[in-house]
């Protein structure tokens, strides 16, 4: 998979109630958070409206969280992830067809813990904590993933 290295990033931490939403500016320097997606019950509908939200954006990627095991495995919560992505990938395909952005798994170990804290420490209350944690974790996500492009840009081949 070819990932553009210019563009609007989307990542998604999904849920099973929520799906946490964050976005990138063009330039991809900043990560911010959007609101959470709602799920309605209706898988297809809500592949739909996920691909809708990516479609919208202009996102030229999208990454979505792998759940792995702390040791690294892959449990039911990263295979069902890993499902959605595909199914995912290809509802982009239907909506915009050979312009569909690359849908990338990237490991999201520890990001809801990180976010909760964050949001914690930034003195929000337990409440406004849960409503903001998933799309807060989705932020956590994508800047480890902008992190991660960005060591190996600098790195370079051979280096």
């Known amino acids: ?19 946490g939403v964050a ?3 063009t330039a991809r ?7 959470a997606f709602v799920r309605s019950g209706d ?5 739909e409206r996920l691909a809708a939200l990516v479609v919208d954006t202009g996102a030229t990627v999208v990454v979505v969280g792998l759940p792995l ?7 039911p919560a990263a295979r069902a992830a890993a499902d959605e992505a595909a199914s995912l990938a ?7 067809g050979e312009g569909a ?23 929000r209350d337990s409440r406004e904590r ?3 944690v998933d799309s807060a974790a989705a932020c956590v996500l994508l800047e480890a993933w902008l992190a991660g492009r960005r060591r190996a840009t600098t790195a370079g081949p051979g280096r």
Do not use: H, K, Y
């Open 101 to 123: 952005p690359p849908v990338e798994l990237f490991d999201e170990r520890l990001t809801t813990v990180s976010a909760a804290n964050q949001l914690a420490a930034a003195g």
């Open 43 to 47: 898988r297809d509908g809500d592949l």
């Open 130 to 132: 849960r409503s903001r």
């Open 69 to 75: 095991s702390l040791d690294g495995s892959r449990g």
């Open 90 to 96: 290809r509802s982009l395909a239907a909506v915009a």
């Open 29 to 35: 320097s900043v990560a911010l958070a959007r609101d």
């Open 1 to 19: 998979m070819t990932v553009p290295a210019t563009g609007r990033v989307v990542a998604l931490d999904l849920g099973t109630r929520r799906v």
């Open 23 to 25: 976005v990138t500016d």
